[in-house]
């Protein structure tokens, strides 16, 4: 009986790309690892499965709709949906043998059964930092969090993005002084705001029964524009003495402050009302990164300040800070709009050592261990076949260099490194070439 031949394929919602974006993929990772790091941020790495009864602790909600969830035995398990809600188990189960405030970053793959849809991923990196406190946090870290966006998304190469601000204590306040009962779904509303627009917007407050002349005071107060200046005057001007609104304010005007300090130019940090982060357990400051040439991307980097991270695992006070870059997404949106300059090849080789024959194989090698022990990347190349099919090997793999070693090559140590991208060749010793290489 025949073997059945099975499609080669994957799941709808997952990624994986060929060598060159797979580089590039790489690239950004390992830009936004070494920014957290020059902050100070440690690593942590926590189980992609986790205990459906500790993932889903809080309860209800979408979460529990997206989430993978599957028996083994008697265990009953989830994929992690996110880096938060593991994070929150981590810091509350290891709380003794760390040091607070705990400054955290953690990389890697999340799942979510999200509907799909292009653009949309249901497993997906995140970049995740963290701040946590022990019973308090200074608000200053608040301000800390943007200077780290500013210096990573400069370093990917952006000039133009705006990281957007703004306080939940504010909007809190501002509709306690409308006398608005369900704020959630108010916050959830105006978050929308980019996406269906100010029309939208209104249409769903209708939709909720809120007063139109309630409606048009959260429209005009959400669709406020001006410096950062200017914003938080209007802000204080209205004059709404309600405890919440000033607490918010008061630590808003003091994160816009520090985010100067730490050097963030003001064309990319600005206050925007309609900023609300539809998660509910923000509680404090909240951003979104928008790539302003590109804002049909959405945010592509977002977070805020929350007053209790592990409620639901210790007694004790965790608040905390963070922003997390959903590096999938950014990089999916950013290859869709061209924004990402293409891969010369799809290899990390900088030099391909081509022995001419069998006896140059042994000195090809020692010559490809000198190479790599000076911090280049290098490769033999070991088949068989006419020397312009190994050329044409180099070719499409994009390697910039290729040295050939015959017997001549072995008597004389004189090599000839042969640039692949002008076709222009230079000769010299194996030390000569490694410093031109290099």
Same mark, same amino acid.
């Given at each position: 009986? =025949? ?33 957290? =790091? ?65 400054? %955290? ?229 950013? %290859? ?98 490694? =410093?031109?290489?290099?």
């Amino acid at each position: 009986m =025949e073997n059945k031949m099975v499609v080669p394929s994957i799941l709808p919602g997952f990624m994986e790309l060929l060598p060159g974006d797979q580089i590039a993929f790489n690239g950004m990772m390992d830009i936004i690892r070494k920014n957290y =790091e020059k902050y100070g941020f440690v690593p942590i790495d926590t189980p992609v499965i986790e205990k459906s009864e500790v993932l889903l602790a809080k309860g209800g909600g979408e979460t529990e709709k997206q989430i993978y969830r599957f028996n083994k035995g008697d265990s009953d398990l989830s994929l992690r949906f996110d880096l938060t809600v593991p994070l929150a188990r981590y810091v509350a189960e290891h709380m003794g043998q760390l040091t607070f405030p705990f400054r %955290r970053y953690q990389i890697g793959k999340v799942y979510r059964g999200e509907r799909n849809q292009k653009g949309r991923f249901r497993e997906f990196y995140q970049c995740d930092i963290d701040i946590i406190g022990k019973g308090k946090l200074n608000i200053i870290n608040d301000a800390e969090i943007p200077s780290i966006i500013y210096s990573t998304f400069k370093e990917l190469g952006f000039d133009s993005f705006t990281i957007r601000i703004n306080n939940r204590k504010v909007l809190n306040g501002f509709f306690d002084s409308l006398n608005i009962t369900d704020k959630a779904e108010i916050l959830r509303t105006i978050d929308k705001i980019d996406k269906i627009g100010v029309e939208g917007v209104k249409e769903d407050l209708e939709n909720l029964n809120i007063d139109k002349l309630i409606s048009e005071k959260i429209l005009e107060f959400v669709s406020v524009k001006g410096t950062n200046e200017e914003i938080l005057s209007y802000l204080y001007n209205l004059k709404i003495e309600n405890v919440e609104f000033m607490d918010g304010l008061e630590e808003l005007s003091k994160v816009v402050f520090y985010i100067a300090q730490f050097g963030v130019p003001e064309k990319n940090f600005l206050i925007d009302l309609k900023i609300a982060r539809g998660l509910d357990y923000y509680t404090g400051t909240i951003y979104e990164t928008i790539l302003n040439d590109y804002p049909s991307i959405g945010s592509v980097c977002s977070g805020g300040r929350y007053d209790n991270l592990a409620e639901y695992y210790t007694k004790n006070k965790l608040p905390g800070v963070g922003i997390s870059i959903g590096l999938t997404r950014l990089f999916y949106q950013l %290859r869709e709009a061209n924004m990402l300059k293409a891969s010369k090849g799809s290899t990390l080789s900088k030099v391909l050592v081509i022995p001419m024959d069998d006896s140059s194989i042994a000195y090809s090698i020692n010559v490809c261990k000198d190479l790599k022990d000076k911090g280049i990347i290098c490769q033999v190349y070991f088949e068989e076949g006419k020397l312009k099919k190994k050329l044409s090997y180099a070719n499409m793999l994009g390697v910039p260099y290729v040295i050939l070693i015959g017997s001549q090559e072995m008597e004389s140590k004189i090599l000839a490194l042969k640039n692949m991208f002008d076709g222009t060749s230079e000769t010299g010793t194996i030390e000569e070439l490694i =410093e031109k290489v290099k």
